[in-house]
């Protein structure tokens, strides 16, 4: 398996919502279901208190 992790700063004063304005993590979503049916997870947080919004993939059984 592999793991990215990204971690990104934000002020969380100018955000109010979980709601992002594009369609960037969908198109991801969606390609990692087509490129990797049941072989990825793909989690998302973000912490308004410290301004940090992170992403998390992880990819199994990757075949080379």
Avoid at 10 to 33: A, M, Q, Y
Avoid at 40 to 50: G, P, T, V, W
């Amino acid at each position: 398996k592999i793991t990215f992790e990204v971690r990104n700063s934000f002020n969380p004063e100018s955000h109010t919502t979980l709601e992002g304005e594009g369609i960037g993590l969908d198109n991801v979503t969606k390609r990692l279901e087509l490129a990797y049916t049941n072989q990825h997870e793909l989690l998302q947080s973000i912490d308004y208190k410290n301004g940090t919004f992170t992403i998390k993939l992880t990819l199994w059984d990757i075949k080379t």
